[in-house]
Each structure stands twice: as C-alpha cells, then as structure tokens.
C-alpha cells in the first residue's frame, strides 16, 4: 500500500510502498477512502526537517540538553550514531482520515467497544495518510450517513478547535478573539458561533479573513496594518475580550502578548497553536489572567489506557473525551451548524501527494488539502491487502548454513544497534517484521532485506530463513520464542526471556529430553538472549583476571538508571514487566557471568514509599550470592542525574580491584600485569554478542551463553521483581 513518509532530516515527504498493517488489539483496520492536510502541524514539520543542525537545537533547545547528557554518560560517537538514527526514522503524516472499516481487532477486557464496530461501518479517525491504517477504538467515531467523507476528514481538526473552546468556557453572548484562522481557526469561529458567541477573527491572510466574515466574525486584517489591540477595543465595548483562543503557529511570542492586552480584567487565554511562549509577568498580573494550554483532541489523549487498551472514562466524571469530541464535531456537520466545504482548497490524488506537500511549502495561498484514495475496485491488487513487500528484486545468493535472518521488530534499539551489527556479522538478512508496517519498510530499505511484512507467520512459514532475532514489546517475547524454536528456527531475543515463571516454563518445555543434537549433546536450535554486556571486551578482560584468582569476589554495580516516566510501557507488569525485570536482568547475568557460579539466594529491597512517588522497585538493592562464596551488590537507582555515568561496576578479590567505568575504561588496583584498559568509544558487547549468535548458527559448537544460565538469571530476575513488589 502507498503511505506518506517525511524524513526529519532532510524535510522530504515522499509516497513509499509498505506492507500494509494488521487490526491490532482494541484497534480498528481502515481502508482510507479520504485524509486531510493539516497544513499548520504537518509545514511546521516540513521546515523543521529542512532546518540545518543548528536551527534544529534552536527549536529545541530541551532536547539538546538531553544529548549534551548523554555524551557526558556515554561520549560522543555513541551519542552521534544514536541521534542520527532517531532523525533516520521515517515520521508517518497525518492524523484526519475518514475510510471504512476493514478489520475489527480483538476487544481486550475491560475495553469498550465490544460489538459497537462491524465491517463496513465509514468512520472518522486519526490514522495516518495511508491506503491502509489501523486507528484505536477510541480514537475513531461512527461518521452520519448525510455527512460526506470530505467533510468527516475534518472531525479531527474540528475536535482540536472544540477541546480549545472547551478549556475557554465561553458562555452566551461573550466576547472572544480568534488569533490565526487556519483550519483550526475557522473551524473555531463557526462552533464559537453556534454557541452564541460574538467572534473577532485576526489573521494576515485576506482569504481567510473573508471566510471568517462569512462565518459571522468580525475581522482584523494584520497585513493591512490593523492594531488588534485597538479594534477589540472597540470590539469589545471598551470592556476588553472575554478570552482570547489563540491558534496560530509561529515562533513569535506576539500573540501571547497581544491576546494578554486584549483581555478584559481575569479574561481566559487558551494556546491551542504553537507559539513562542515569552511571557510578561505584568501582562497577566494585573489582569489575573488564566493561561492554560490544550492538549490535542481531549481527555484521554497520550493516556495508553485510553488510546492502546480501550478503556473509556465514566462519562459522569469526565463528559467530553477524545472519542466524544469527535462524535460532537460530526453531529455539528450532520445538522449544519458547522460547514468545512468552503476551506477546502485543493485536491490530489495519493499518488500525487508529494505534489501537495510542494504546495505547503511555496508561496501560492493553501487552506484545506484533500487526499483522495482509490477504492479497492479501482486497485484490485490490493484487495487482498499485501502484508508482505517484496524489497529486492533478485535473491541473493547464500551458501548452505548461512545464517538467514527473520527479525521482529523494528524500533529504535533495533534498527541502531541489533541490525546493523547482524548485518555486520555476516548475517543475510532475509525478511523484517513490525505491527505498523512503515519502520519495517524502512529497516528493510536501509539495511537491504529482501522483504518486509506485518505478518510474523510468514517468517515461522518461510524455509529459507533458519535463525529469527525478536525485539518486540517484552509480552509478546515468550510466545514467540516458543513459535520460532517449534518452527525449528534458531532464536535470539533481545531481554529479557519472558515475563512470568509460567512463561519460562513454556519455552523450557521445547528443550526436553530427546530434542538434542546427538553429536553435540546440547539442544537445538540455539537459543540466545542479548546479554550483551558479558561480550563487552573489557568484561572479558575483567573474566580472564578474575579466573586467576581462587578467592569468592565481591561485585558492587552501580546503575544510575534515569527517570522513566510510570505511564511508560516499561513500566507496565503486564506489558513491559517493569524495570527490573526489563534492563535489572543485564546486571544480574554480568555478576553471574563474572562469578563464574550459579546464584544460590538473593536479598532485595527498594526505596520506601514518599508523597508523590508512585514507583519504588527502580530505587532498589538487590545482593546476589553465588555457591562459591561470593556476592554482588546490584545498586539500581532510578533518582540520579543525567550527568552520571550510568554504569559503573567494581570487583574485589584477593587484595586486588578491577574498576570498569561505562564500559570505556577499565583499572586496575594491585595486579601485577594490568593497570588500565581505555576504549576509544564505549563498548557494551552488542556487536560482539550477536557475531557469538552468527558464528554459533553458521559452525556449530556450544551455544554462546548457557542455556541453564540463560534461564538461572531469567527465574531469578522475575523473582526479584516479586519480592520488591
């Protein structure tokens, strides 16, 4: 299917082909019929992709604290290939569609919506410029049989304006100013309008203007030289306005202040754009004026709860969601009281998109942007809805035991590290899997896999592909692990192994006896967690000295964690597993692969309970002890600063020290033949560590990691996680 991509770091938008996306749970699978421009949010992209590296920190100056942060943790290059990555990524377009209902996907418990959606059903949502997009249940709204799909592609836009006004509470017969009339603008006027409303529209733009006036505003041309402030002076009574709603999109500060002056004595100012925010003190002093910002559509909007698993907010508690503001903006159309027809602009075909993206971007006069799609008709090989595409044309040759790759999963840490270091590795690269559809095209475009797809069956189905590396969300690790090896595949998973016992009991159950390589003994197919930091060089220094020592060691691992918000899905037992179980199992593997003996038992306690925290287990002291006398202190702390190298781990045994800082540099405290170890870049083990899972595959041997150890930290790990909670 065709889907508009833009590239933050350059600024191009093109029309690229990618496998089409599967109904995820408490989602709803579209065929698009139409899509909306939005010509504010989307330009503003544009140009910030078209900016040089310089103008980009200027526009984000919060962000270039966080990089200057992590090259202090862990240096330049480090910090450089994981920044140029994350601008590499491709950014989906849009959010105003309206098509038709294709797939109806699995209703979680607790969620709404169980029979409320039917195949067939025309609905407004937020997904993407895309033939096919799968949008959540509740960000998605039935569209009235006398609404037309060119009108519903503007409920998203009309659902923003409606939160705005929302937060302002304008009752009847007050005074409120509209700054910038763009769609979200106009759109504002018209439903200010039908609240009974008198309306002072501001903008540069003649055209807009006159819509306004024909929208029952009055109007204050800035390009014509027009003091705002004056005419709503006027406007206003000489009583000032009773809120100002502000929409426009500019770095410039001058609407905030100008709104500020506007007001009457505790007026509301509602920033529903995007604008410099350099506030007076004065402005709203004397006033006491309130200033508030609105979030999008509504309630519910970046609450996961909400948005992924489905669950609504009792409507007695919380009147307008996200899902209600769209059902209100389309009963506005349904009756007349709202009319979009006249912002409509311009019109192309999906094919022809680039074309409109030329247009934000030029001088010629833009309002409502249109994107038609073609019905499955009109394209009849789509009717299937190709969730695989095919990305070279010949296949390439490989020899008999190459190592054949399947990869799920294609974020972040995926595409910066775990593909390009396979790729490295000698690894072919056969096909690349991810639920959306779009980062697997660019993975596969970027690296050179032969295919991408949406449907992970097709790599458990496909013979040529021998080995399957997993970085997905960590719930869905477990299970397909045991689909892969039961395929006879060979498995890397990226950590941790599984979430609960019962979990690791499942994938144990595939290595029972008689499922052994009788001229190796040992199970097959190989399976490999990335445990990466056991590969690291100088952990492998740090592995040879301690073996020269007959003494228990004493291991202290220092983490300093970083802040992760509770909403994350990391932070999720049932989906992330918590950070603990999460990123706490690499540290307890490193102990256990430097003790060089099982864990016997382990102690662990976390911060107590304070005002306001709602998280303790990433402020946590977990002490391992090992069958051979030793210990280790895993101190893992969530309440550091960035500053801070992250990891720092120390050995004590038999009068001499080993000091590994952030795996760059190592030292030595009383050992006759090593002093220090210093890297030219930090160097966890990730591309060592998938070479050891190459090489296994490719030449047989034993596996990389033990499997009992495999499972040791895996149990331990969860059981850690337990106690703390």
């Known amino acids: 299917m065709k889907q508009i991509l833009q590239s933050l770091k350059t600024g191009e938008t093109k029309v690229t082909e990618v496998a089409c996306p599967s109904a995820a749970p408490n989602q709803l699978l579209i065929r698009t019929k139409q899509s909306l421009v939005s010509s504010g949010t989307e330009r503003m992209l544009m140009e910030f992709g078209k900016a040089g590296w310089i103008q980009k920190a200027r526009q984000q100056p919060d962000k270039v604290r966080m990089v200057l942060d992590k ?15 994350k601008l590499d990524q491709p950014l989906p377009l849009g959010y105003c569609n309206v098509g038709v209902v294709m797939e109806v996907g699995a209703v979680g418990q607790g969620a709404v919506g169980n029979g409320q959606w039917t195949v067939g059903d025309r609905v407004a949502s937020n997904g993407k410029h895309a033939e ?17 799909d060119e009108e519903a592609a503007f409920t998203v836009i009309g659902a923003i304006a409606l939160e705005g006004l929302r937060l302002a509470q304008p009752t009847l017969g007050e005074c409120v ?29 003649s055209h807009r203007l006159a819509l306004a006036k024909q929208f029952g505003a009055e109007v204050v041309n800035l390009s014509s030289g027009e003091d705002p402030i004056a005419v709503s002076r006027v406007f206003s009574r000489n009583r ?22 506007m007001c009457r004595k505790r007026g509301r100012l509602v920033l529903v754009g995007v604008t410099g925010l350099e506030l007076s003190r004065a402005d709203f002093y004397e006033k006491e004026l309130s200033f508030q910002v609105s979030c999008s559509y509504g309630p519910g909007r970046y609450d996961p709860n909400y948005e992924e698993k489905g669950f609504d907010y009792p409507i007695g508690f919380v009147r307008w ?27 192309f075909k999906i094919e022809d998109a680039e074309q ?58 995926a595409t910066g590290v775990l593909i390009p270091a396979f790729k490295k590795a000698g690894a072919r690269l056969k096909t690349v899997a991810s639920s959306g559809g779009v980062t697997s095209a660019h993975a596969g475009r970027k690296f050179g896999f032969e295919a991408c797809t949406t449907e992970t069956d097709k790599i458990f189905a496909d013979a040529a592909i021998n080995s399957v590396a997993i970085a997905t969300r960590h719930n869905s690790h477990a299970d397909l692990v045991c689909r892969a090896l039961r395929a006879g595949k060979h498995v890397f998973v990226e950590k941790p192994l599984g979430l609960a016992m019962a979990e690791l009991d499942k ?22 967690v990335g445990f990466n930091r056991r590969f690291s060089p100088q952990v492998h220094r740090m592995k040879s000295l301690l073996e020269s020592t007959r003494e228990p060691k004493v291991f202290v691992m220092t983490v300093n964690a970083g802040v992760v918000p509770p909403e994350h899905w990391t932070q999720d037992p049932s989906v992330g597993g918590g950070r603990i179980v999460g990123e706490v199992c690499h540290f307890i593997d490193l102990l256990r692969h430097l003790a060089g003996s099982s864990i016997v038992s382990f102690d662990a306690v976390s911060m107590g309970k304070a005002p306001g925290l709602s998280l303790t287990e990433d402020k946590s002291t977990i002490v391992l ?56 870049r930090q160097d966890k083990g990730q591309q060592a560590c998938t070479t050891a899972f190459v090489r296994a595959v490719e030449q047989g041997g034993p596996m990389p990691i033990p499997l009992e150890e495999l499972f040791e930290v895996s149990r331990v790990t969860i059981e850690v996680a337990e106690a703390l909670r």
């Open 177 to 205: 100013a509209v700054t910038g009339l763009g769609l979200v603008g106009l759109v504002a006027v018209q439903l200010l309008r039908a609240q009974g409303c008198r309306v002072l529209g501001i903008d540069f733009d």
């Open 356 to 413: 409109a993206y030329e247009l934000l971007s030029s001088q010629t006069s833009s309002l409502g942007i249109i994107l038609d799609y073609p019905t499955s008709e009109e394209r009849p090989e789509e009717k299937a809805l190709r969730r695989t595409v095919r990305l070279n044309v010949v296949e390439l040759v490989t020899s008999a035991g190459k190592a054949t790759l399947g990869f799920i999963g294609a974020g972040n840490y």
């Open 71 to 85: 090259v202090k943790t862990d240096g330049l290059l480090p910090t450089l290939n994981a920044l140029l990555n």
């Open 625 to 680: 002890r090992f069958k051979d006398g030793s210990i280790g202190t895993i101190h893992y702390l969530a309440n550091g600063h960035k500053s801070f190298p992250k990891e720092r781990l120390e050995a004590f045994s038999g009068g001499r020290i080993l000091q590994l800082n952030n795996y760059h540099s190592l030292r030595g405290f009383g050992w006759t033949k090593f002093g220090k170890m210093n890297l030219w």
């Open 321 to 347: 969601t996200e899902h209600r503001n769209f059902e209100a903006v389309l009963d506005m159309m349904a009756d007349g009281r709202l009319n979009v027809r006249p912002l409509i602009s311009h019109r």
């Open 507 to 528: 994938i144990q159950a595939v290595y029972e006896p008689g499922f052994l390589n009788s001229s190796t003994g040992r199970p097959l197919p190989i399976l490999m």
């Open 240 to 261: 000032g306005v009773d809120a100002v709603l502000i929409t426009a999109s500019t770095t410039s500060s001058e609407p905030v202040h100008h709104a500020a002056l």
């Open 132 to 148: 096919v997009v799968s949008a959540p249940i509740n960000l998605c709204a039935k569209v009235p049989d006398n609404v037309s």
